[in-house]
């Protein structure tokens, strides 16, 4: 069983910045970030895949994310610019050791974090 711990979020205002860190007790093949905002269901935010050379994002998040890892130190990192209001959510940090492409779909990951609130002020 993996252990997996996110760091990293906060309250910042809209437009300004924010970095995910999501550190694993072991080696994970593809990871990949949800979300949950207040009242809603979990929905996928980025997946990345071993190598880091495949990577998937969400429309809503496609070109202000981005997703990457270090396989050293067994960590996944969200860097968030431009954060929007809409973006307020608790984030997940998911994992698995399935084989395949990455994942956009949450009961593909066997390992889950704890969550890391972001809250965006307008």
């Known amino acids: 069983q993996v252990q997996l711990v996110e760091s990293g979020g906060g309250l910042v205002e809209a437009g300004n910045s924010l970095r995910l860190s999501c550190a694993a007790s072991?080696?994970?093949?593809?990871m990949g970030w949800f979300r949950q905002a207040p009242g809603k269901g979990r929905e996928f935010v980025s997946a990345?895949?071993?190598?880091?050379?495949?990577?998937i994002y969400a429309d809503s998040v496609k070109g202000r994310f981005t997703i990457s890892r270090d396989n050293d130190e067994n960590t996944v990192y969200l860097q968030m610019n431009r954060l929007k209001p809409e973006d307020t959510a608790v984030y997940f940090c998911?994992?698995?050791?399935?084989?395949?492409?990455?994942?956009?779909?949450?009961?593909?990951?066997?390992?889950w974090g704890q969550g890391t609130q972001v809250t965006v002020s307008s």
């Open positions: 998911a994992g698995t050791n399935r084989y395949g492409n990455v994942r956009n779909n949450d009961n593909e990951y066997e390992f």
């Open positions: 072991g080696r994970t093949l593809s």
């Open positions: 990345i895949s071993w190598s880091g050379h495949s990577t």
